[in-house]
């Protein structure tokens, strides 16, 4: 039998929450770029999670795990690990569980396996870097994983975090609709599978970005309404974590970010900037998309995450820092 999908489940739901399923390619494509694998983190259950990395020449002062969105891979910091490493910042960009060529590709890990597997890989990274300064970086799907943790009473120690566009459209900032539309999905139709063809979405405005995603073999190229129930309630998680971070904090957003709604990402960076009296700075970039690092202005925000990293008390060298210091004094409050 073949079923309609509800459009408030593709538009609202199955795309607009942290990375969106590239639609699946029909023309004819050029050939497929290599898979690349520079490693694998082993877990304690055995599992392999391969990641890539970029390194400076010489021993890093700086060493930054970088988790990308959802449906994405390692090669999401493909762009911004080379532009970080000529300023001596190793990256180290592993695939997280159920995405990439992990175990279970396709299906939805739970919220609680990836942050035991972040946190894992954290401490590998701190046992292969003693003397660095870590960092945990997460795009998307990435950055809710990395809220979470932060908040979580096993919040490994590390020097900080950069939260690129973070998935934070919790429940409590959806409507009924959207709602009640997931609850309805996730309880009839758990295992359809939703690509994201047609909703005209825009994740980035960098077209060879896009394309090279979409055709990326590691890319999952459709989603199972199960896996956003999973990211809905990691969003949740996330949202909550926001105001609890427990190390100095970059937070990322695009005036064009069309998956994480201006009142999710505002209640969030609200809710940072009350954590404490630890360092927390938000950068706003009035141009920008999803995929910050991938725009066409990606380098100039990878350039304030490099100067960041060096120095997270400095003002970030595009002014996006003050920027977003009006943008969110100009957001209805609550």
Known sequence: MRRTIPPALVLS???????CAPPHVVAEAPPQPPVVTDGAFTMADGARLPYREWLPAGAPAI????????DDSRDAWEA??????????????????????TPGRGYWPGTPQMLSDA???????????PDAKLYLMGESMGGAVLLALAASPEAPAVDGYVFSSPAVWGRQQMNLLYRSTLWLAEHTV??????GGGTGVVPTDNDAAWER????????T????????GLVDLMDQALAGAGHINAP???????????VPKPAMTAAWRAAARSGDLSVTLAFYPKGYHLLQRDHEGPAVTADIAHWLQDPQAPLPSGADKRARDWIAGQPTS
Do not use: C, W
């Open 119 to 129: 946190r894992a890989m954290t401490l590998s990274v701190r046992q292969d870097y």
């Open 63 to 70: 060493v930054v795990l970088a988790l990308h969105g959802i």
């Open 213 to 220: 995603l979409s055709r990326d073999p590691l890319t999952v």
């Open 80 to 101: 911004p690990g080379p532009l970080l490493a000529a300023q001596g910042i190793a990256v180290i960009a592993p695939d997280e569980r159920g995405f990439g060529a």
């Open 222 to 229: 459709d989603t199972r309404v199960s896996t956003v129930k």
């Open 249 to 259: 904090a970059l937070f990322l957003y695009g005036g064009h970010d069309e998956l």
């Open 13 to 19: 739901l199955a795309l607009a929450l942290g990375g």
């Open 190 to 195: 758990p295992n359809m599978r939703l690509t």
